[in-house]
C-alpha cells in the first residue's frame, strides 16, 4: 500500500473528512486536498502531524502490521464505554465532544 492510499484508509476508518484531518492536525485544507486528490506525498513533518490528528505515530504508519494505538488507562476506559453505547447515542457523544473541543481552541 502506498502512502497516500494507507493515510486516505486511516482517515476514513476514523470517519474523518479531509477539513477534520485539516483542523486536527494544523495543515492547510487545500494542502490536504491536494494529497488525497492529486496524490501528492506530503512531508515528513505533515505526515507526522496526520499520524498525530489520526492518534498513530508515524512508526505505527509505516508499520507493515496491524496498528495499534497506545492509551492512557482512562482513554481506554472511555473507548471501551463508548463502544457499549447505541449509534444515537455515539452520535451525541461525538457532538459533545466536537462542540467541547471547538470551544477549547477559539
Known sequence: MNIIEKLNKLR???NMSVYRLAELSGINQSTLANTFSRGTIPSIVHLDMMC???GITLAQFFN???ISVC??????E???DYKRLPES???????????V???DRG
Open 52 to 54: 498525530k490528528a489520526m
Open 71 to 76: 492509551l492512557t488507562p482512562e482513554e481506554a
Open 101 to 103: 473541543a471547538n470551544h
Open 64 to 66: 507493515e502490521g496491524e
Open 12 to 14: 476514513l476508518e476514523r
Open 78 to 80: 472511555f473507548f471501551d
Open 89 to 99: 447515542v455515539k452520535s451525541s457523544v461525538n457532538n459533545i465532544v466536537s462542540a
